[in-house]
């Protein structure tokens, strides 16, 4: 194999053993002679495990494969798996590293009001600035705010503190509240929360600097934004999904 730029699809292809014995043998041996290239490997192994482990027993359902489409339904009911490596499959759709949201995500409100409230271009109509000083409070006006039974996650143990809780009324997306973490380097984190009727998903893509994530269950939608690695973000939106119960 050259020292010709390798495309991504071919890095999945090798991890999942999918490549011919030939290509296989030219991709280990290039991978031997290239650590920039064998540490991205091992960082997508790395997401793909994460994932295997996150979202069981999410990825334990039969989940349909669209390459070029960043939504993954997801099933309302659980039915047997029959992938061997069905875990696998979900992780490499989400790892593929897309840097565009497909059709569906781009027609969702609820993101791009998510976004507008992240660059601070909208104004809630109340905050709370102090939330975690009084959590049960916080939680009692997020649900009353919602209509639904959610709280914010608390995500103190990963390294991000709830700074401030923004109650919004968007002329696109309807009523949602953004819960906004910072960690100790100031860096921000916001979950945006909206109460709905909605098919269950989850959605992963780049969206300029930000990371964007999308889970929906049935009765809830929470769109994860942040600025840092994509490893990082499946990191907080697995603490995010445990914490909601979506």
């Given at each position: 194999?050259?020292?010709?730029?390798?495309?991504?699809?071919?890095?999945?292809?090798?991890?999942?053993?999918?490549?011919?014995?030939?290509?296989?043998?030219?991709?280990?041996?290039?991978?031997?002679?290239?650590?920039?290239l064998?540490?991205?490997?091992?960082?997508?192994?790395?997401?793909?495990?994460?994932?295997?482990?996150?979202y069981?027993?999410?990825?334990?359902?039969?989940?349909?494969?669209?390459?070029?489409?960043t939504?993954?339904p997801?099933p309302?009911?659980?039915?047997?798996?029959?992938?061997?490596?069905?875990?696998?499959?979900?992780?490499?759709?989400?790892?593929?590293?897309?840097?565009?949201?497909?059709?569906?995500?781009?027609?969702?409100?609820?993101?791009?009001?998510?976004?507008?409230?992240?660059?601070?271009?909208?104004?809630?109509?109340?905050?709370?600035?102090?939330?975690?000083?009084?959590?049960?409070?916080?939680?009692?006006?997020i649900?009353?705010?919602l209509?639904?039974?959610?709280?914010a996650?608390?995500?103190?143990?990963?390294?991000w503190?709830?700074a401030?809780?923004?109650?919004?009324?968007?002329?696109?997306?309807?009523?949602?509240?953004?819960?906004?973490?910072?960690?100790?380097?100031?860096?921000r984190?916001?979950?945006?929360?909206?109460?709905?009727?909605?098919?269950p998903?989850?959605?992963?893509?780049r969206?300029?600097?930000?990371?964007?994530c999308?889970?929906?269950?049935?009765?809830?939608?929470?769109?994860?934004?942040?600025?840092m690695?994509r490893?990082?973000?499946?990191?907080?939106?697995?603490?995010?999904?445990?914490?909601?119960?979506?």
């Amino acid at each position: 194999m050259s020292n010709d730029p390798i495309a991504e699809l071919d890095l999945h292809r090798f991890i999942d053993g999918e490549l011919p014995a030939d290509e296989a043998e030219a991709m280990a041996a290039r991978l031997a002679s290239d650590p920039a290239l064998a540490a991205l490997v091992d960082q997508y192994r790395a997401d793909m495990a994460l994932m295997a482990r996150a979202y069981d027993p999410v990825l334990s359902w039969t989940l349909p494969v669209q390459p070029e489409n960043t939504v993954v339904p997801l099933p309302t009911r659980r039915i047997p798996m029959v992938w061997r490596g069905a875990a696998i499959a979900a992780a490499i759709i989400l790892a593929v590293g897309i840097q565009r949201w497909s059709a569906a995500p781009n027609g969702d409100g609820l993101v791009q009001a998510a976004i507008t409230a992240y660059d601070d271009q909208a104004s809630p109509e109340a905050s709370l600035d102090r939330p975690q000083e009084a959590m049960a409070e916080t939680n009692s006006a997020i649900a009353q705010h919602l209509g639904v039974a959610a709280s914010a996650p608390d995500l103190t143990k990963a390294g991000w503190t709830l700074a401030k809780v923004g109650f919004y009324q968007s002329s696109r997306a309807g009523r949602f509240v953004e819960l906004r973490y910072i960690d100790a380097g100031r860096h921000r984190f916001t979950i945006a929360l909206q109460g709905k009727q909605v098919t269950p998903r989850f959605d992963i893509s780049r969206n300029g600097k930000l990371w964007v994530c999308v889970w929906q269950s049935d009765e809830l939608e929470a769109v994860m934004l942040g600025e840092m690695s994509r490893h990082d973000m499946l990191s907080l939106s697995n603490k995010t999904y445990s914490a909601l119960g979506l």
